[in-house]
T-cell receptor
Framework: KQEVTQIPAALSVPEGENLVLNCSFT??????LQWFRQDPGKGLTSLLL?????REQTSGRLNASLDKSSGRSTLYIAASQPGDSATYLC??????????FGQGTRLTINP | DAMVIQNPRYQVTQFGKPVTLSCSQT?????MYWYQQKSSQAPKLLFH???????NEADTPDNFQSRRPNTSFCFLDIRSPGLGDAAMYLC????????????FGPGTRLTVL
């Protein structure tokens, strides 16, 4: 059974810092991996999707990497801003479209 | 803009009173999903439709049902809500012919009194 773990569970950093969020998964037979952002009381916003054949994807200040063989992904956020404060979820797609989520990292950027 | 829409955004019901949550999409995606997310927890898949084919997760209680009358709409019916069913309910869509990326709606927050 696939398990997805995100470390740390919570992270607080000063504005302007670069930071890395970690995600690990137990079964490397994934179709793709998605990083989502969730603001309190809201739905999920897709940030980046990495196909299983890819190593990384970039969007603006965000860069996500994937090492399928070791079961790891990282989300790098450059020059963090208070507006980046949210919960970040990683999820892997296996088999027939099923997403398995991690518990999320609650990120706070302090002005 | 193409999107996933959920109505209502907030729903209050009484213990045991049936409730229906609605999801619609303009993305023309084949697959629609319903997730339950409780406070500070990861979303949990309840079921999904691939076109008209219904796929129930093994641990989804019988109390939860779903209908998909056409490509655009999908409904979540909770037949007899209990206090433990209070949660955020998220609808998502994806297209297997693409990157299989899932797109989520804003969610419906269900309160059970």
């Amino acid at each position: 059974k696939q398990e997805v773990t995100q470390i740390p569970a919570a992270l607080s950093v000063p504005e302007g810092e670069n930071l890395v969020l970690n995600c690990s998964f137990t079964d490397s037979a994934i179709y793709n991996l998605q990083w989502f952002r969730q603001d309190p009381g809201k739905g999920l916003t897709s940030l980046l999707l990495i196909q299983s054949s890819q190593r990384e994807q970039t969007s603006g200040r965000l860069n996500a990497s994937l090492d399928k063989s070791s079961g790891r992904s990282t989300l790098y956020i450059a020059a963090s801003q208070p507006g980046d404060s949210a919960t970040y979820l990683c999820a892997v797609t296996q088999g027939a479209q099923k997403l398995v989520f991690g518990q999320g990292t609650r990120l706070t950027i302090n002005p | 803009d193409a999107m996933v829409i959920q109505n209502p955004r907030y729903q209050v019901t009484q213990f045991g009173k049936p409730v229906t949550l609605s999801c619609s999409q303009t993305l023309n995606h084949n697959v629609m999903y319903w997730y339950q997310q409780k406070s500070s927890q990861a979303p949990k898949l309840l079921f999904h439709y691939y076109d008209k084919d219904f796929n129930n997760e093994a641990d989804t209680p019988d109390n939860f049902q779903s209908r998909r009358p056409n490509t655009s709409f999908c409904f979540l019916d909770i037949r007899s809500p209990g206090l433990g069913d209070a949660a955020m309910y998220l609808c998502a869509t994806s297209s297997p012919s693409g990157r299989n990326e899932q797109f989520f709606g804003p969610g419906t927050r269900l309160t059970v009194l």
